[in-house]
């Protein structure tokens, strides 16, 4: 029923099958040196390939974040290259063939499985070559605004002006608005405030205007505006809007920090009243303390 099991034998075919293999590997040797010599040599390759384009894009002026990817993606196309090849020179070709097909289902299920996490690279690909947002920018987006210290190909990193460090997920940023101070050299800042019912109107718009326009020169269509926005519970309200230069919230506060001491000093020399909210209280019905009568 059963052959009988012969020890010596089935030691001879292992050390067979093991001279095989060394004497394989033997004579692959001069190839896996060769193989390894060629990957070496393109991780090399890449390295500096990196660094060339990396200095070709900055002196054609492209933004931190266009080299960056560039250099990425430029490094890993030639590193595959020299994979490619160091398997080919292994005789490995019908191996990769096999791998690669294998590697297409198992990249599919993996596709699906990160969907998030691909929809967050390609978003970083995206926002590396929008012009509209760049490395330094000073933004405000889905709730927090900085300034933007990196962009990868998963988040955005945003240093908030009280030195902490953000980081938002791409997807977010192109789903969501974004306001960015850095893109424009100036802007317009808006200053409320509001004078008494017995100010001479026209003069506190005369006089507000003059003053804004002797901290903040206004250039080629520029202009300061003063209006009226209505009548308050103690005040006539206004909002004077002007241009300064601004690349970031600090630079709104500093202007609006000015223009509220400017402001406030030219209605005290003017005797102009800034009103604060008052409250009266009408004692107008008299309450009886007596103690009342009680009937038996």
Not at 145 to 151: A, F, R, S
Not at 221 to 242: K, P, T
């Amino acid at each position: 029923m059963f052959e009988k099991f012969d020890f010596n034998k089935s030691v001879k075919g292992i050390w067979d099958k093991l001279a095989e293999w060394l004497d394989s590997i033997i004579l692959n040797f001069p190839n896996f040196i060769l193989a390894s010599l060629v990957f070496l040599f393109f991780v090399m390759v890449a390295k500096y390939a990196a660094k060339l384009f990396d200095g070709i894009l900055r002196k054609k002026g492209s933004q931190d974040s266009i080299r960056q990817i560039t250099a990425k993606v430029v490094k890993v196309i030639v590193i595959l290259i020299g994979f490619f090849i160091a398997l080919g020179l292994l005789n490995l070709d019908k191996i990769l063939t096999s791998i690669l097909a294998g590697a297409g289902v198992v990249g599919l299920a993996i596709g699906l499985a990160l969907q998030g996490t691909l929809n967050n690279t390609f978003s970083g690909v995206i926002l590396s070559f929008l012009p509209e947002i760049q490395i330094g920018d000073w933004v405000e987006t889905n709730g927090f605004k900085g300034e933007i210290m990196e962009i990868n190909l998963r988040s955005i990193i945003i240093k908030e002006p009280d030195n902490n460090y953000v980081m938002i997920p791409n997807s977010k940023i192109i789903d969501e608005p974004f306001k960015n101070y850095t893109r424009t050299n100036r802007s317009r800042v808006m200053l409320d405030c509001g004078v008494s019912y017995s100010s001479d109107l026209e003069f506190v718009q005369n006089l507000t205007k003059e003053t804004l326009e002797d901290i903040f020169p206004q250039r080629g269509n520029e202009e300061i505006e003063f209006m009226y926005q209505g009548f308050g519970d103690s005040s006539i309200n206004f909002v004077a809007r002007f241009w300064t230069d601004v690349t970031n919230s600090k630079d709104i506060l500093v202007a609006k920090n000015k223009a509220i001491i400017a402001v406030k000093k030219a209605f005290d020399k003017n005797n102009i009243n800034i009103p604060f909210p008052i409250r009266t209280i009408d004692f107008s019905n008299q309450l009886s303390v007596n103690k009342p009568n009680i009937e038996p």
